[in-house]
């Protein structure tokens, strides 16, 4: 091999580096396709921009805050979120819920930052004969439900009354008692049969938390397959929610996360961090 051929593979390897380099975080790509914005780097740092609503820092020194708003897009992405067969979700009070962490611009720069915007862009979700609002955006990701959901149905009858007495979907509210909007309010969740649903704060005796769950694998299924996270697979449960988090539910977003190990149960003086019915 002449040393000028060495010379210009040196050069495309170093050219290829330069590209890796520059290629935005697969996180980061994930989020530009299923919300709003573009991935920029400057500063060295990498940035998801959403024009007139500013930019997003991919990365940031600090973690989430208590109430679960992340201060960085990368957040998002620390605890996986996992499908498959329901288990009972056991973990200390603390334990981070995989999605409960929310990016609160990233959401009203897609969907709407005031009651009115939101308002201005709900389409209509027919469920078993019902129409519900929900966020254009997500409409098409509710009508797919739909279709799975009475496939099912038609199959097990049974399970239907799980998907009557419907708890609602959009509400322009806060998560009770935080200051973090609540996924409902922009239209891209929905409880179903409050009745048969359990929830973490009505649970009593409160220590230790006991996991429940009534909400049957199938419409689990039905709902994780269209990119709708589970309130069920938290700790602080919320059995009748789900909400649309497409990001969670695709596998490629998630490459190049790193995982930190599982933090120790019992020695965190910080209290409960969630709150509240979502
Ligand atoms: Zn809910």
Redesign the pocket.
Known sequence: MTFALLLVLGQVTALEQLKADESPPKGLECLARYYLGSAVKHDGRWWLSLGKEGELPWESPDGPDLEGAATALSDLFRVPYVTGPITPVEGPEDAEDPGRTRVDGLFKATYGATRREVEERLGRWRFRGVRYPVHERAVAAFDRVSVRIDALLKEKPKLSKFVENI?GTWSWRTIARTKVM?T?AFGI?V?LNVDLSHYWRWVRPRKPLKWKNRFPQEIVDAFEAEGFIW?GRWVHF?T??FEYRPELLDPSCREGVVTPPARDGGTSDAGTPDSG??
């Open positions: 708890g609540s409902h969740a409880d309130g919320d009748m929610h019915v979502r």
